[in-house]
């Protein structure tokens, strides 16, 4: 059975969807450029009129706009998203070739960030007043006013310039094919980035959590009457997890704004990258497509922090509560 | 003596001091950037092409021979202002949805935090994308699309703000004693959230600093003539990958000082004066 708090966050993911594909639609529509321009560039205006029209015509963009939207989400549901303008290609086969490397590149950072947070935390959090707990805070400040390119830059030059240990873009080398080991390598220096950049935050998070948790009436309680410390702990990183969660769940999208710029960086053939790409070129219908795809992407990722905390907090799991 | 006594005694009124004026020194090291620096940011010098920081140029000539030093001053001008005129837009937008959300409360409170939750989970780097791919460049642009990308966590603290003090007595005497609306929301509810506002608007500059650098990074930001920070690092990793360090590596530690000098000063002031969240 299906609790009544998550019927209500999927009710959101959908709600958030349909203003992701409204909002990039909207917006692109109201661009200059079409299909012509797309293809040919400058040159679009030595076309003759009727020439021009007869290729928007093949396009579809000489519908009204509210026909035009209905036509592509429905389109889109049906997982037709199109045909790019500037490769000629289906738009869904595009993004199914970035989908994978985008995935791999979000997952391992996000899993390195969970795991470095939570235990940088519990133990800045658990010794109040010791260096650790005070380098923590200044040390999550002083990353998150870093951007994460240009700690990026200098990665690269380190790594990539000088030490000349580690690529400095693409998701494979064309001399040695991509095996694993090399698609490894190229993994470093993009998730290095990524977690440094933003384990600070979290693991500060989750330390203020914690601190708050101990001070709390109930482990004072527990404390007096002798309970152990072990035990005790469990039970402070448990009730600190849930906002931790939730916070997880609120800052994913800022997260994959963060990964745009890094797959930019690094030459990642992504999601992200193609969408810069294709925002540069005006190539609409990829850029709707990429757009639509990080958006379910972000949505299904919330969903998954949802049942993560409903199974840490067992008051969302009864009915008809908040 | 005592208040001097005072002032160093407190620790965070001694951060404010200290991290308020590496913020002013770069502030008016931008604003002064004529007198400051002996080139001009635009001049292009295609004998003097990546050279090294020496006595000529301080800090060395980018790949079309520009001065970095001065550029990074006179990007200091466009980085900075982008970052405040947004943070206005955004600071109005969000008090007005947010008050109006926490003074009227019921079911419009409820349908419109529904809104806000949905605008918070679409990535708002990916909204700009798609607004800039139509307006294309432009330092206005630019302003207008990080203040309207930008409102939510001000119309967060507002309405939160608002919510709480409607339910104070001096509120409620008010009301009984028949003081419009609006006067109300004037002299006690925005009022007494300008703190939290205040504070909320600094870390919203930081935020927008760090979206202009990124997004003209992804040369999608100010348009390339102009010199803004983020300018300045869209090429510099090819220029690092030739050996040319210091053009990527000075405008980024300036952005780094002025984000950090504006985090840490946010920071001060959320502890002064005990605002929760932000």
């Known amino acids: 059975m299906i609790s009544s708090f998550l019927m209500k966050r999927l009710l959101q993911g959908v709600m958030v969807l349909a203003l992701v594909s409204i909002i990039s639609f909207a917006v692109i529509n109201a661009a200059p450029g079409d299909p012509a321009l797309a293809l040919f560039g400058n040159d679009a205006q030595r076309l003759a009129p009727s020439e021009r029209a007869r290729i928007n015509h093949i396009y579809g963009v000489d519908e009204p706009v509210m026909v035009r939207y209905f036509k592509w989400a429905n389109q889109m549901l049906h997982g037709d998203m199109g045909v790019s303008y500037r490769e000629g290609r289906k738009v869904v086969q595009i993004l199914g070739e970035r989908l994978p490397n985008t995935i791999l590149l979000f997952s391992c950072s996000i899993l390195l960030i969970v795991a470095f947070s939570i235990a940088l935390g519990v133990r800045g959090g658990l010794c109040e007043g010791s260096i650790w707990d005070r380098g923590l805070s200044a040390f999550s400040i002083v990353f998150s006013s870093i951007p994460a390119f240009w700690f990026g830059i200098l990665c690269i030059l380190l790594f990539s310039v000088n030490l000349g240990v580690l690529p400095s873009s693409g998701t494979q080398s064309l001399r040695e094919g991509g095996g694993m080991a090399d698609r490894l390598r190229h993994l470093v220096l993009p998730v290095l980035v990524m977690v440094t950049t933003h384990v600070g935050l979290y693991a500060r998070f989750i330390q203020e959590k914690i601190k708050d948790e101990s001070k709390s009436y109930y482990v004072r309680v527990a404390r007096a009457n002798g309970l152990k410390e072990g035990f005790l702990v469990k039970g402070i990183l448990k009730n600190a997890l849930i906002p931790y969660v939730n916070y997880l769940g609120i800052t994913i999208p800022g997260f994959f704004g963060g990964s745009i710029v890094i797959e930019s960086l690094f030459s990642w053939s992504g999601l992200g990258q193609l969408s810069v790409k294709a925002a540069v070129t005006r190539d609409y219908p990829l850029l709707m497509g990429a757009l639509m795809v990080t958006g379910i992407i972000v949505v299904v990722s919330i969903l998954i922090t949802d049942i993560a905390s409903m199974a840490l907090n067992p008051g969302l799991r009864r009915d008809g509560s908040k | ?278």
């Open chain 2, 1 to 278: 003596m005592k208040r001097m006594k005072k002032f160093i005694k407190d620790k965070n009124t001694r951060r404010i001091f200290l991290w308020g004026s590496i913020l002013t020194v770069i502030i008016l090291m931008s604003v002064f950037a004529n007198l400051l620096s002996a080139h001009n940011p635009t001049e292009v010098d295609l004998k003097n092409v990546f050279s090294p920081p020496g006595p000529e140029n301080l800090l060395g000539t980018d790949g079309m021979g520009r001065d970095v030093f001065s550029r990074i001053l006179y990007g200091g001008r466009i980085s900075l202002s982008v970052s405040v005129l947004s943070v206005a837009i955004s600071t109005s937008v969000g008090i007005a949805f947010g008050g109006v959300s926490g003074y009227l409360g019921g079911w419009l409170d409820s349908a419109m935090m529904r809104i806000l939750d949905a605008f918070l989970a679409v990535p708002t780097l990916i909204v700009m994308l798609a607004l800039q791919a139509i307006v294309k460049g432009g330092v206005f642009s630019m302003i207008l699309i990080i203040g309207l990308t930008g409102w939510m966590s001000t119309a967060r603290i507002v309405r939160s703000q608002f919510a709480e003090l409607k339910q104070k007595e001096f509120v409620k005497a008010a009301r009984v004693l028949g003081m419009p609306g609006w006067k109300i929301i004037m002299t006690h509810l925005l009022r007494n959230s300008l703190s939290g506002i205040f504070v909320i608007a600094v870390f919203n500059c930081a935020n927008a600093v760090f979206t202009e650098v990124s997004l003209s990074f992804l040369g999608m930001g100010i348009p390339p003539h102009i010199p803004s920070w983020g300018n300045m690092l869209n090429n510099a990793q090819n220029a690092i990958l030739t050996g040319a360090w210091w053009v990527g590596v000075f405008p980024g530690l300036m952005i780094v000082m002025s984000l950090l000098s504006i985090n840490f000063l946010g920071e001060a002031l959320k502890r002064k004066y005990g605002i929760q969240g932000g």
